[in-house]
């Protein structure tokens, strides 16, 4: 094991102690920020309270081009963890424990890297990443502070991710009118009878965008999460709301796709609320989006970094993007193993994902 690596898992080690689990959103600006900022010496270092949890410590040293991101709130652990999800577990090949590979092994990482490296280098550890309420990365763009590029930490088996699909959240409430179920019924009397045929619309729509494609990636992904409504069988339903979410390529129009979700209703619905949207990566003109992906490319190609596949998840990379920063997906772990119980990322990704952060400062 080569002393980086040991270096990285005593890191790993105290951070995965540390109970960042989001929900319930309980972080302070001590504890795992307290040790972080311990093991930054010799950089000008940043601590700010959001709110709700959310907390971001801002790290720099000399004067960067690029700035490394990662988040160090993690999900709820499950009953199905085998051991305490608090105490780092290494075997011959992996480390176990709760954050490991998302994404608390690429913090480790960097605090390695800096006390290995004197280079310049700049660090923003966030915590709100898990609660889809981006406090930390909207306060920090606020600053429009110049960087070249912006690398976010998320699983990708240490390759260079350029593309990924938006996300979006969607509420919807339909208002009928109550009655007794015997009688003929209009097409629009029953809330529940426009939510089921809205969806049967929306499905086929889906099934039209098949075709499209970008970096790999095709179609729209999309699903109806929940319809709820009406009263009893024999009751015409006067209410019902139905969510759904869609996950768009960087190619596609978010805001003409929502209007054209909207439209599907019959007769329009009473509440068409967009509830979370989360930018595609490359964000921006759509018609721009291979532009900026090749941009991307060409810093990964400049950093020496592999290219990685376009994946479907969604990362904060994009808010970053939708600021104007170059900014892709690189860091250590295979999102499969993200969210699951006995979470854990293979030592050999912990290893390549140090060594390449050394180089990427010690050449910036």
């Given at each position: 094991?080569?002393?980086?690596l040991?270096n990285?898992?005593?890191?790993?080690?105290?951070?995965?102690?540390?109970?960042?689990?989001?929900?319930?959103r309980a972080?302070?600006?001590?504890d795992i920020?307290?040790?972080?900022?311990a093991?930054?010496p010799d950089?000008?270092?940043?601590v700010?309270?959001?709110?709700?949890?959310?907390?971001?410590?801002y790290?720099?040293?000399?004067?960067p081009?690029l700035?490394?991101?990662?988040?160090?709130?993690?999900?709820p652990?499950s009953?199905?963890?085998?051991a305490?999800?608090?105490?780092?577990?290494?075997?011959g090949?992996?480390?176990?424990g709760?954050?490991?590979?998302?994404?608390?092994?690429a913090?480790?990482?960097?605090?390695?890297?800096?006390?290995?490296?004197?280079g310049?280098?700049?660090?923003?550890?966030?915590?709100?990443?898990?609660?889809?309420?981006?406090?930390?990365?909207?306060?920090?763009?606020?600053?429009?502070?110049p960087?070249?590029?912006?690398?976010v930490?998320?699983p990708?088996?240490?390759?260079?991710?350029?593309?990924?699909?938006g996300?979006a959240?969607?509420q919807?409430?339909?208002?009928?009118r109550?009655g007794?179920?015997?009688?003929?019924?209009?097409a629009?009397d029953?809330?529940?009878?426009?939510?089921?045929?809205?969806?049967?619309r929306?499905?086929?729509?889906?099934?039209?965008?098949?075709?499209?494609k970008?970096?790999?990636?095709?179609?729209l992904?999309f699903?109806?999460?929940?319809?709820?409504?009406g009263?009893?069988?024999n009751?015409i339903?006067?209410?019902?709301?139905?969510?759904?979410g869609f996950?768009?390529?960087?190619?596609m129009?978010?805001d003409?796709?929502?209007?054209?979700f909207?439209?599907?209703?019959?007769?329009?619905a009473?509440?068409?609320?967009?509830?979370?949207?989360?930018?595609?990566l490359?964000?921006?003109?759509?018609?721009?989006?291979?532009?900026?992906?090749?941009?991307?490319?060409d810093?990964?190609?400049?950093?020496?970094?592999?290219?990685?596949n376009?994946?479907?998840?969604?990362?904060?990379?994009?808010?970053?993007?939708a600021?104007?920063?170059?900014?892709?997906?690189?860091?250590?772990?295979d999102i499969?193993?993200?969210?699951?119980?006995?979470?854990?990322v293979?030592?050999?990704?912990?290893?390549?994902?140090?060594?390449n952060?050394?180089?990427?400062?010690?050449?910036?």
């Amino acid at each position: 094991m080569t002393t980086l690596l040991a270096n990285t898992l005593e890191h790993l080690k105290a951070l995965v102690s540390f109970d960042t689990r989001n929900p319930p959103r309980a972080i302070s600006t001590g504890d795992i920020f307290d040790y972080i900022r311990a093991q930054l010496p010799d950089f000008a270092v940043e601590v700010i309270d959001h709110g709700a949890g959310a907390v971001s410590l801002y790290a720099v040293r000399g004067t960067p081009k690029l700035m490394f991101n990662v988040h160090l709130d993690t999900v709820p652990d499950s009953p199905a963890w085998t051991a305490s999800p608090f105490e780092l577990r290494v075997d011959g090949e992996r480390a176990v424990g709760l954050g490991a590979c998302d994404i608390k092994g690429a913090a480790a990482a960097l605090l390695a890297a800096a006390r290995a490296h004197n280079g310049d280098a700049a660090f923003l550890f966030t915590s709100d990443e898990e609660a889809n309420d981006p406090r930390c990365i909207d306060a920090f763009l606020a600053r429009a502070i110049p960087y070249d590029a912006v690398l976010v930490a998320e699983p990708t088996q240490c390759r260079a991710v350029l593309a990924h699909r938006g996300i979006a959240s969607v509420q919807m409430r339909f208002a009928g009118r109550a009655g007794h179920a015997s009688g003929r019924q209009q097409a629009s009397d029953s809330a529940l009878h426009q939510a089921v045929s809205w969806g049967h619309r929306a499905l086929e729509l889906v099934r039209l965008l098949e075709g499209e494609k970008f970096g790999g990636l095709s179609g729209l992904r999309f699903n109806i999460g929940r319809i709820e409504g009406g009263i009893k069988a024999n009751m015409i339903a006067p209410e019902a709301e139905l969510r759904f979410g869609f996950r768009p390529l960087p190619s596609m129009d978010f805001d003409a796709l929502l209007q054209h979700f909207a439209a599907l209703a019959e007769p329009a619905a009473a509440l068409f609320q967009q509830t979370f949207r989360g930018p595609s990566l490359p964000s921006g003109d759509p018609a721009l989006a291979e532009d900026r992906r090749l941009a991307a490319r060409d810093v990964a190609d400049e950093l020496e970094l592999g290219i990685g596949n376009a994946v479907d998840f969604w990362t904060e990379a994009s808010l970053f993007s939708a600021a104007g920063y170059n900014a892709m997906v690189y860091g250590p772990g295979d999102i499969a193993q993200a969210h699951t119980a006995d979470e854990w990322v293979a030592l050999a990704q912990l290893d390549e994902y140090a060594r390449n952060v050394v180089r990427i400062i010690g050449n910036t």
